[in-house]
């Protein structure tokens, strides 16, 4: 439970960071799925929840720099609530509950927000992505829905990165909870990777640990045999020994903090050599990163360490040629690495991406690279203590792609195409962690989950010997 002093000491911040106006938050209302009584599980927005944690819908949140206020718009329930819902902690109370004594009815807000406009007053708003906060915000403020992203306020955007960038020891020990149920979640998906196993089968059982320990999944599972596809959502296959399993899952706590970890895993539970050579190429990738992880480095620096890391063992593979330093400044390692090393992770999978990736991974010192691959970079900048990412690095056979770059003549002096063709059939494989940078380094979250070759073998084999007792599957 976060004590209420943090969520004051954050508002205040905020009224510090933006000098003057007043900032509007909107929490997120109920979403229907088939039919209007029929919601999708619910989930407060992350910046709400982080200045006024109040994790109920129906709220919308004010706070006035100018009359240095903080006032939460709610409405208590009504009997006809009760009957369905059960009686409700009141608006009053809940407010109290991080340090805000000013409420009024929800309705009052439009009030509010049009004698703010009538004296010409600066309302800061972040940049809606959910469209019934669209609609609210475009009829409270007389913009188009279509031009709120472009209205939305650079100095409240700013504001809310400096001050949700840098973790404090509530949110780190959230995060660290919630990296302990991806360890459970993930050890209990590799041990069932298994011949004639659905990848449903085993996505299911991992979301339920999520759902049974914490919050839901931190985003829908990513989970397949065909892990050349980055994000691949699609569960239909059935186990075959031979093939490999990226497993790329997390889940959130109850107060909406994020994990995010990805295992690449044999079905069956035994390596075979070819798979062995590039798993230990990618695992040196993430080592090394994480080895060298500490405030003041940039994050673009260490994507392309993993990027030469991952060349120079592609090229002991026969799979890359050529200097390994030209190799990478020509960007032929993103035929197997089309992604970015990782991202900035919070209350928001990818923390804050909803307000602008550029202003979180980005600032003035690195703008964003427009190459193939390298342009994908979620986060480029200079660590500072406190922050808390991923490091995920991965190396993938997408036959599509590798027939775009051979055909057209990429990259051919680095690039040992006959060799990359037998690969078709390889898949993908990440690994990835969640990392706290710390005053001194770093610190990987969480307990271990397994990583190297010997430790996925162990625990899948003993696994394996278990679940062949009778009685178990
Ligand atoms: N691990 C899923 C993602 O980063 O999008």
């Not at 927000?113 to 959910?130: E, M, V």
């Not at 913009?143 to 472009?150: A, D, N, S, T, W």
């Not at 390596?271 to 190429?281: D, G, L």
């Not at 992880?293 to 040629?321: C, N, Q, S, V, W």
Request: aromatic residues 8%.
């Amino acid at each position: 439970m976060i004590p209420k002093e943090v969520y004051v000491r954050r508002r205040q911040q905020l009224k510090k960071e933006l000098g003057s106006g007043l900032a509007l938050f909107p929490g997120n209302q109920e979403v229907s799925y088939n039919y209007p009584a029929n919601t999708y599980s619910y989930r407060q927005d992350s910046h709400f929840l982080y200045f006024f944690g109040l994790t109920h819908p129906g709220f919308a949140g004010i706070i006035d720099v100018d009359e240095d206020k903080d006032i939460v718009f709610g409405n208590d329930v009504d009997i006809e609530d009760i009957i369905w819902m059960g009686s409700q902690p009141s608006v009053a109370d809940q407010a109290a509950s991080t340090g805000i004594t000013t409420i009024a009815p929800y309705a009052a807000l439009t009030g509010v927000l049009a004698s703010a406009l009538n004296k010409g007053r600066k309302i800061h708003f972040l940049p809606p992505y959910r469209g019934e906060t669209q609609i609210e915000l475009s009829q409270w403020l007389g913009i188009p829905v279509g031009e709120l992203r472009g209205k939305a306020s650079v100095e409240l955007i700013r504001a809310v990165v400096r001050l949700k960038e840098i973790k404090d020891d509530y949110e780190i020990a959230e995060m660290e909870k919630a990296t302990d149920i991806a360890c459970l979640m993930h050890t209990t998906g590799m041990k069932m990777c298994l011949p004639g196993i659905k990848e449903q089968e085993i996505a299911g059982t991992m979301e339920g640990i999520a759902l049974a320990l914490a919050g839901p999944v931190s985003f829908p599972i990513i989970l397949s045999m065909d892990g050349q596809t980055l994000h691949n959502h699609y569960h239909g296959n059935i186990l075959k020994e031979g093939r490999m399993v990226v497993i790329d899952a997390g889940c959130e706590t109850l107060t909406g903090y994020s994990s995010d970890i990805t295992r690449t895993v044999p079905v069956g539970g035994r390596f075979n050599s070819r798979q062995k050579e590039v798993y230990e190429a990618v695992l040196m990738a993430n080592m090394e990163v994480i080895k060298k992880l500490k405030p003041g480095i940039r994050y673009f620096d260490m994507h392309m360490l993993a990027a030469r890391t991952l060349t120079t063992a592609l090229k002991e593979i026969g799979l890359m040629k050529g200097d390994v330093d030209e190799a990478v400044a020509a960007g032929a390692h993103t035929l197997f690495l089309p992604h970015g090393l990782g991202h900035m992770l919070g209350m928001d999978v990818h923390d804050m991406e909803g307000i602008g990736e550029n202003y979180v991974g980005y600032d003035e010192t690195i703008q964003r690279a427009s190459a193939f691959g390298t342009a994908y970079l979620r986060l480029a900048r200079e660590l500072k203590t406190g922050f808390t990412l991923t490091v995920e690095p991965g190396c993938y056979f997408i036959p599509a792609l590798i027939d775009q770059f051979r055909s057209e003549g990429k990259f051919t002096d680095f690039i040992n195409y006959d060799k990359v063709e037998s690969y078709k059939d390889f898949g993908g494989i990440r690994i990835e962690d969640d990392v706290l940078i710390t005053a001194d380094g770093h610190k990987v979250l969480g307990k271990p989950i397994p990583k190297t070759i010997a430790e996925i073998e162990k625990t899948m084999t003993e696994a394996r010997e278990w679940i062949k007792m009778p009685g178990i599957i």
